[in-house]
């Protein structure tokens, strides 16, 4: 168990609707990584943020966004689905926003049908 | 930009051998790290190695140590004697530091231990 928590585990939707991924870092970890694992495409990285703030992007599309709350919890919001983004959602989690040791959680299978 | 080559879709190693998984990179960023994840087959994704880019020594985590060649720009992961346990999928990644950087994945190795 990396401490990292993932809600929902899986989440099956229909084209065109929105959902929202959310995600848990470790006590202490400031850092929250977001990234897609496709078939297709692979692990792709798509966001990090750090203290709340945006710190780097990946190839993260325009109808997908995500935020880092107060108290460091973050959600992966996607909308607009197409059945295409049907993949697995990572998030990882780390101390710092340099730091080399993240910490994944155990992800969310998306499903648009 | 960055890139991670990973060439071998595919290897098997005979249990208790040691085994090189290769793992190219391109990047113009002078700092950067580079790291080794481990996928079983549950899905997890689980951190093995990391080498910082002015790291002179290779970087040794129990079985793993990654052979770090800068000037070939090839980090490549040794699992020594290996067990059954080790089979799962290996992804190369590495991240620039400073500014505004994004976090680069190869499209992993499957690794497959056989008895």
């Known amino acids: 168990d990396s401490g990292v928590t993932q809600t929902p585990k899986h989440l099956i939707t229909a084209t065109g609707q929105r959902v929202t991924l959310r995600c848990s870092p470790r006590?202490?970890?400031?850092?929250v990584y977001w990234y897609q694992q496709s078939l297709d495409q692979g692990l792709q990285f798509l966001i990090q943020?750090?203290?709340?703030?945006?710190?780097a992007k990946g190839n993260i599309l325009e109808r997908f966004s995500a935020q880092q709350f107060p108290d460091l919890h973050s959600e992966l919001n996607l909308s607009s689905l197409e059945l295409g983004d049907s993949a697995l959602y990572f998030c990882?989690?780390?101390?710092?926003?340099?730091?080399?040791?993240?910490?994944f959680g155990p992800g969310t299978r998306l499903t648009v049908t | 930009a960055q890139k991670i080559t990973q060439t071998q879709p595919g290897m098997f190693v005979q249990e208790k051998e040691a085994v090189t998984l290769d793992c190219t990179y391109d990047?113009?960023?002078?700092?950067?790290?580079l790291f080794w994840y481990k996928q079983p087959s549950s899905g997890e994704m689980i951190f093995l190695i990391y080498?910082?880019?002015?790291?002179?020594q290779n970087a040794t985590e129990g079985r793993y140590s990654l052979n770090f060649q800068k000037a070939r720009k090839s980090a490549n992961l040794v699992i020594s004697a290996s067990q059954l346990g080790d089979s799962a999928m290996y992804f190369c990644?590495?991240?620039?530091?400073?500014?505004?950087?994004?976090?680069?994945f190869g499209t992993g190795t499957k690794l497959q231990v056989i008895p």
């Open positions: 943020y750090y203290n709340g703030e945006e710190r």
């Open positions: 080498q910082g880019s002015y790291d002179e």
């Open positions: 990047t113009s960023d002078q700092s950067y790290g």
């Open positions: 006590s202490g970890d400031l850092s």
């Open positions: 990644a590495m991240r620039g530091y400073g500014g505004y950087q994004k976090v680069t």
């Open positions: 990882a989690s780390s101390v710092g926003t340099g730091s080399y040791e993240q910490y």
